[in-house]
């Protein structure tokens, strides 16, 4: 259970189209990341998913059935917000009671599950604590508890880990991953973050002014983006690009190359000073000042470059991405 | 504020604010104290002579003073249920967004700004006068019999008036309690299953709590000395009828010219109030930490 289809989806706010009309499939068991800029109309999409917001027009449908008018309890989804949205005034357990509780199941089998909940997380030395006595990543574990004691067909994750330091992050994200595969359940989780897109996902939907530009799984995205945007989107550091006579060399409007595709060295095509360079130890970061403009350059190991040297760089002309006028990839 | 001179000198200049709220407070305390322990009679003046707790035995065993502290505790209760429950539902009411939302705020908040003295003579005269106010006229119009408030019913009527007045207050926090909800919390909920009674039970009211711990706490510290009110109104009758303590002081030291007697109800009313406020902050302060 948890196949969720969207046809012709739209939704105006006012005059303002926030999302044209949009067709979307959603597999079950699959892991599907909404990615795009702030304000492209991810979060809209998904509170639309999840009945929050009413359609203006087009089918939600739901395991085959209509959806769209149904109210958000019934819909048999769960959903974790950016703000994790725990009720202030409830221990840990009664927050992760609280939709069984609205379900009226027996007292005996909400214990149940909600114990099962906490293990499942680690948050059973917790349960009789308040939200407030929480760090953030146990509120987002909390958050989570409430989301799987439903049950539910599948789970929207809204920004869930925006909210979080650097390194509580990356173990969230571990956690959710794993979550999934245990669960197997439907998940679409709206984010801003590529790197959380490319890291979790199993099918990625790049958004733009609500409008779908690429979909599919992470390495598709990486080597055979549709268009400059998502060629732009994926990928860090960012792509190159590339127009002028340089592009017409290829036979485009303008080529694209990503950092990791380039050599450094003593001679090569482009010739370039280098601003800044960030050694990380296993990457070296090179900002090198060319006569197509910054291009960024990323090299495996430590390259000993430093600012204000001359480096000649030559893009693998295998992985050049070639784009039209319009930016569609060529 | 970390170091010692830095401290000190805090200390210093906040001293003369704080010397003069003391002796505001502790001068005519101190005062009020000393003359209900004397025979003081404005009639007899310069025949004051020390009386030890005579004024006290007078003044619990005046036949008034247990119906007024009934009548106070009564008037406090019913004002304060009126108003909270009310604003409750006023808060809600008008945190929908409806067509000229700020301007029905603002009429809302109205009443709270008339003086008592004012509201409670329109209310007498214009609402709830047997012959000529509107109460009246509605009843006849719809063929009964007026019914004259403040006769037969003194002390609700006198709830009603200072409930009107003070509605406003307790809807407009309220009401502020309510739009810092956090709207994801609701969304969350609704997801959950709960449907908008729960949600108003489960997730508003809680969040409410603290907002109306400050409602019931400010509101009975004015409760308890409502004066002007009945003054217009009833003049603390018919009898004792609407009387409430601070009716009984004023009656004792103005109208019976016994100052002694009425300092010695005004010191049994601060030790009331602050019983009251001990319960009050007992039962319900604790929604006030954190």
Known sequence: ?330 | MATQASRAAGRLMISPAVILLFLWMIVPLGMTIWFSFLRYNLLIPGGETFAGFENYHYFFTDPNFWPALWNTLTLVLGVLLITTVGGILLALLLDQPMFGQGIVRVLVIAPFFVMPTVSALVWKNMFMNPVNGLFAWIARTLGFAPFDFLSAAPLFSIILIVAWQWLPFATLILLTALQSLDSEQLEAAEMDGAGPVSRFFYIMLPHLARAATVVILIQTIFLLSVFAEILVTTNGGPGNASTNLTYLVYSQSLLQYDVGLGSAGGIVAVILANIVAIFLMRMIGKNLET
């Open chain 1, 1 to 330: 259970m948890g196949q969720i289809e969207l046809k012709g989806v739209t939704k105006r706010f006012g005059d303002v189209e926030v999302i044209p009309p949009l067709d979307l499939q959603i597999n079950e068991g699959e892991f599907v990341v909404f990615v795009g800029p702030s304000g492209c109309g991810k979060s809209t999409l998904l509170r639309l998913i999840a009945g929050l917001e009413d359609t203006t027009g087009g089918r939600i449908e739901i395991d085959g059935k209509d959806a769209t008018d149904l109210r958000p309890a019934q819909r048999r989804l769960a959903m974790v917000f950016q703000s994790y949205a725990l009720y202030p005034h409830m221990s840990v357990r009664k927050n992760i009671a609280f939709p069984l509780k609205m379900a009226k199941l027996s007292q005996a089998e909400i214990d149940k599950k909600v114990e099962g909940a906490a293990k499942v997380l680690n948050l059973s030395s917790y349960l009789d604590r308040r939200p407030g006595q929480l760090s953030g990543g146990q509120r987002q574990r909390v958050a989570i508890g409430r989301a799987i004691v439903r049950e539910p067909a599948a789970f929207l994750f809204d920004e869930p880990l925006s909210n979080l330091d650097a390194a509580l992050r990356v173990n969230m994200r571990l956690e959710i991953s794993e979550l999934h595969n245990s669960l197997k359940t439907t998940m679409i989780y709206v984010t801003h973050d590529q790197v959380e897109a490319m890291t979790m996902a199993d099918k990625i939907v790049v958004l733009q002014a609500g409008r779908i530009e690429q979909v599919g799984t992470p390495l598709e995205l990486y080597r055979t983006p549709k268009n400059r945007f998502v060629a732009g989107f994926i990928g860090s550091p960012k792509m190159n690009f590339i127009g002028g006579t340089e592009a017409q060399k290829h036979g485009a409007h303008e080529i694209g190359i990503r950092p990791e595709h380039i050599t450094v060295g003593t001679s090569g095509d482009w010739q370039g000073r280098v601003t800044v360079s960030e050694h990380l130890g296993s990457d070296t970061y090179l900002h090198v000042q060319t006569d197509h403009g910054i291009i960024n350059v990323r090299s495996a190991g430590n390259v000993d470059v430093h600012h204000g040297d001359t480096v000649w760089l030559t893009p693998e002309t295998a992985n050049i991405h070639k784009f039209d006028a319009n930016g569609s990839a060529v």
